[in-house]
């Protein structure tokens, strides 16, 4: 072995595994002048500080939100014009089917939006549509990890370990990347936590899951019994030395996961008081609980994740992802109109009240400013009814060739609807925007160049938006 790199790993071990090592490292990398952290700094000024994402998992309908077409009217109950080559995901191609809701021009802007989400409407002056989003598949899991990490493959890193990777945490007492689940559980129909994963990215990257179903925040993150400040120092020591021992039993590439699971308990420490403070609702007031909705049943437990993302970011978490449902609720295949699992109108009321009120919420404190909202999902839905040939339903197959995401917040122009689909919704042809896109457009806001922003690895400089992606600048203000 070479003693130059003998001496180089001591060195690097003594300074990862002490807790003042971490501390300065942490404190060097945030400020860029620590030579060894590529991901240090932002390029250039960034518009936004933080993210809030909102995923609706199953392929909300565009044609019933956010992209009106008189043309379905007119079509209503007649076979697809044969000029569209129908690649129907099951098979079935109904009659056209007009709109479910009621379309019209909201606020002072004007943006076209439908009753199925009434509150968001009343902040459509905040609003971003990018109404020509394409995908690259009609299925599930594949479209829902390219939406979160960029690829349709299991195994990458998420937007928020990118960010995470790229930006770190306002906070070293909280994670950079928290993942706030449906109360109704972990979204497995979608992949589960393969969508907030670290990837081939340090684990200490990866998001952090709270428990949204009531009770501690994390499982586990207090001891099962009261322990004293002195037994507790006395145990750490204890574990730091055992720990320090092993690595220097391991090669460098052997010891990662190890320095991880050490970073990761030390944040655990950390994290036993700014946890419960974060998502301490008490001290907010009555007025701030009822814009969000949770003295309303429909909506309560979706108002307790978009106030407590509030809450989290406020105290510097880079970004937070709230899941809807299982991670295919929205996958309307029978009937748009239900009140049940797999409806739109649902979900909708499930969703419409706590993020409008979130979005009230940032404003009213200042920090829409510098903060960005996003509503997204993996697909759209067909302008034809899910149905045999000659007849309609109530729902709709699934759509990759148009959909629409929803921005709001920093850098953004509010009131503005970006890109167009065609007569029918069913292709979008004007300002196409992919994933890629989409994904170089989150970095460019938060100030990073997304073709700087790398990990080597496999012998590949591996980046969020792979070897693809654009600025999608008619967004920007």
């Known amino acids: 072995m070479n003693p130059a790199t003998f001496a180089r790993r001591d060195f690097l071990r003594d300074s990862v595994f002490g807790i003042g090592g971490v501390a300065l490292a942490g404190l060097l990398g945030r400020e860029g002048l620590l030579a060894a952290t590529p991901q240090s700094g932002v390029h250039f000024a960034p518009r936004a500080k933080r993210v809030i994402h909102i995923f609706l998992g199953g392929g909300l309908s565009h044609l019933d939100s956010f992209d009106f077409k008189p043309d379905l009217v007119k079509y209503h109950d007649k076979d697809l014009p044969a000029s569209f080559a129908a690649d129907a995901f099951f098979g079935k191609i109904g009659r056209m089917h007009r709109p479910h809701f009621e379309f019209k021009p909201r606020g002072e802007s004007g943006l076209v939006m439908s009753d199925l989400f009434p509150e968001l409407a009343g902040v459509a002056d905040e609003l971003t549509l990018i109404r020509s989003m394409k995908a690259e598949t009609a299925n599930h899991i594949p479209g829902i990890f390219q939406a979160n990490t960029g690829f349709r493959q299991m195994g990458f890193p998420a937007m928020g370990s990118w960010l995470s990777y790229g930006l770190g945490s306002g906070n070293e007492n909280l994670p950079a990347f928290v993942v706030l689940p449906d109360a109704r559980g972990i979204p497995n129909s979608a992949g589960g936590s393969f969508n907030w994963s670290s990837g081939f990215l340090p684990a200490r990257h990866q998001g952090v899951a709270f428990q949204s179903r009531g009770g501690e925040a994390v499982a586990n993150l207090k001891p099962s019994a009261p322990v004293s400040d002195e037994t507790a120092k006395a145990r750490l020591g204890l574990l730091e030395k055992l720990n320090r021992r092993h690595a220097a039993e391991l090669e460098e590439s052997a010891a ?222």
């Open 256 to 477: 990662d996961p190890l320095v991880a699971r050490i970073r990761a308990y030390e944040l655990a420490a950390r994290m036993q008081r700014a946890i419960p403070d974060a998502m301490d609702f008490t001290a907010e007031p009555e007025s701030v609980k009822a814009l969000y909705g949770l003295d309303r049943k429909e909506c309560a437990d979706t108002a307790r994740n978009c106030l407590a993302a509030r809450r989290l970011v406020e105290r510097g978490v880079r970004m937070v992802q709230l899941w809807t449902g299982d991670g295919v609720s929205w996958d309307a295949h029978d009937d748009i109109l239900g009140k049940g699992y797999k409806s739109h109108a649902g979900e909708a009321l499930r969703i419409d009240r706590p993020v409008a009120g979130l979005i009230r919420d940032l404003k009213g404190r200042g920090m829409l400013a510098d903060t960005l909202v996003m509503i997204t999902t993996e697909f759209g839905r067909t302008p034809y009814a899910q149905a045999g040939a000659g007849t309609l339903s109530r729902g709709r197959d699934h759509h990759p060739q148009a959909f629409t995401n929803v921005l709001c917040g920093a850098g953004l122009k509010p009131g503005h609807a970006h890109g167009a689909t065609d007569e029918i919704g069913y292709h979008a042809v004007k300002d196409v925007v992919t994933t890629p896109d989409f994904h170089a457009t989150l970095l460019h806001l938060l100030g990073i160049d997304h073709e700087k922003l790398t990990f080597y690895h496999n012998g590949i400089q591996r980046r969020l938006t792979n070897v693809h992606g654009h600025v999608v600048k008619g967004i920007l203000a």
